[in-house]
Protein backbone atom coordinates (compact mmCIF):
# COMPACT_ATOMS: atom_id res chain seq x y z
CA UNK A 1 0.00 0.00 0.00
CA UNK A 2 1.35 3.20 -1.03
CA UNK A 3 0.09 6.77 0.56
CA UNK A 4 0.67 10.41 -0.21
CA UNK A 5 1.07 13.22 2.94
CA UNK A 6 1.12 16.82 2.53
CA UNK A 7 2.98 18.35 5.29
CA UNK A 8 2.91 22.08 5.76
CA UNK A 9 4.55 24.30 8.19
CA UNK A 10 7.95 25.99 8.88
CA UNK A 11 11.65 24.01 8.78
CA UNK A 12 11.84 22.99 12.29
CA UNK A 13 7.99 21.72 12.00
CA UNK A 14 8.97 19.89 9.24
CA UNK A 15 11.93 18.13 10.36
CA UNK A 16 10.39 17.14 13.62
CA UNK A 17 7.11 15.43 11.22
CA UNK A 18 9.60 13.64 8.97
CA UNK A 19 11.79 12.21 12.52
CA UNK A 20 8.34 11.17 13.63
CA UNK A 21 7.11 9.46 10.44
CA UNK A 22 9.67 7.77 9.31
CA UNK A 23 9.05 5.66 12.66
CA UNK A 24 6.01 4.22 11.12
CA UNK A 25 6.58 4.67 7.51
CA UNK A 26 9.53 4.08 4.26
CA UNK A 27 9.27 7.37 2.64
CA UNK A 28 9.68 6.31 -1.11
CA UNK A 29 9.97 9.98 -2.33
CA UNK A 30 10.13 13.15 -0.93
CA UNK A 31 9.27 16.91 -3.26
CA UNK A 32 11.58 19.95 -2.68
CA UNK A 33 9.97 22.95 0.09
CA UNK A 34 7.35 24.81 -2.00
CA UNK A 35 6.75 28.02 -0.17
CA UNK A 36 3.30 27.77 1.64
CA UNK A 37 0.49 30.12 -0.14
CA UNK A 38 -0.11 32.85 1.90
CA UNK A 39 1.89 32.15 5.23
CA UNK A 40 5.64 33.78 5.38
CA UNK A 41 8.14 31.24 6.47
CA UNK A 42 6.01 27.89 5.85
CA UNK A 43 6.70 25.29 3.50
CA UNK A 44 4.95 22.64 1.96
CA UNK A 45 6.71 19.01 1.10
CA UNK A 46 4.89 16.00 -0.56
CA UNK A 47 5.46 12.52 0.49
CA UNK A 48 4.93 9.03 -1.11
CA UNK A 49 5.34 6.54 1.70
CA UNK A 50 4.87 3.29 2.18
CA UNK A 51 4.01 0.92 6.18
CA UNK A 52 7.06 -0.55 7.85
CA UNK A 53 6.60 -4.48 8.72
CA UNK A 54 5.64 -5.01 12.05
CA UNK A 55 8.51 -5.32 14.12
Not at 5 to 16: D, K, V, W
Not at 18 to 30: A, K, P, Y
Amino acid sequence: MTMRIHLEGNRAELTFGMIHLRQFFTVTSMSRAFPARNRPRHYRIYLTVTPRESR
